[in-house]
């Protein structure tokens, strides 16, 4: 049995912005039938580039139902470049979680977000099952997109790939094929030796820089985040690689603050600062 987080659940009962923009400035479709999920995306966009309104239809389950609510609410009022760095990592951490069984719905609903903003912008995005070679015939995932879903959440396990993208889900037959597509991908990931590591570590950042880039990525990536779901977050101290952080208003005590951290904050913080950096929630 699933465990899914309230907040999951209500946006799942009561979906917000469900429905079809009429006369929309971009429209994305995304998912296929097969596949048992797919994603309607409809933008409203101002001369500013800002998204002023956005409504989806989905086919699929509870959770691509939430994670489509979600990525609207998350995208109304930002302007199409921001809009274009949410990830499928932040969506679910705006749900304060999915079960991993689960992940795939984020990853659909980020798809659809960069489809639509192709679309705006005149950008031809290639169907999904013409980028690449399909491996999982099954749910017709190409090799391009297990690649993709690997490096950007950093998957570990043919089952991980699974439910980030269905791909081995079906008849299981391309498993093989996947786990040599997991192993070469992690190998070109596997960060330097870590003599050459700590080298570059040390030579790229001190310890001012890293403070700094930091606060910047708190600022600008983090907390714009939370605010949107009336919570908030404080820096309280820096040791080493370990960054003490306090969550603030609606963040605070919440049961999903764990998640919050992990996938928002940590990865975050790993994405723009250093990938050695963890984050530790501490009481101020």
Partial sequence: ????????????????????IEN?????????????????????????ERIVDAKFQTFGCGSAIAS????????????????????NRDIAAYLDGLPPEKMH????????????????RGIETPAEDR?????????????????????????????????YCKAGGGCGECKPQIAGILERVRHEMRPPSGVERRVRSRGK????EKMQRI??????EIRPALNADGGDIELIDIDGDRVQVALRGSCAGCAASSVTLKMSVEAKLREFVSEELTVEEVES
């Fill in 68 to 87: 489509s609510s979600a990525l609207t609410e998350m995208i109304k009022g930002k302007t199409l470049d921001e809009a274009a760095k949410v990830t």
């Fill in 131 to 163: 980028e690449g070679e399909i491996v999982c015939k099954c749910f017709g995932v190409t090799d391009k997109k297990i690649e993709r879903v690997v490096r950007e959440n950093n998957l570990k396990t043919v089952d991980d790939v699974t439910h």
């Fill in 105 to 120: 719905c984020s990853v659909m609903g980020m798809e659809a977000l960069e489809a639509a903003i192709n679309n705006y």
């Fill in 205 to 208: 950042l001190t310890n001012i």
């Fill in 215 to 220: 606060m910047e990525t708190l600022e600008r």
């Fill in 1 to 20: 049995m699933w465990n899914y987080s309230q907040k999951m659940m209500d946006h799942f009962l009561n979906p917000r912005n469900a429905g079809e």
């Fill in 24 to 48: 929309a400035d971009a429209v994305a479709e995304v998912g296929n039938i097969t596949c048992g999920d797919a994603l309607r995306l409809t933008l409203k966009v101002d001369e500013d």
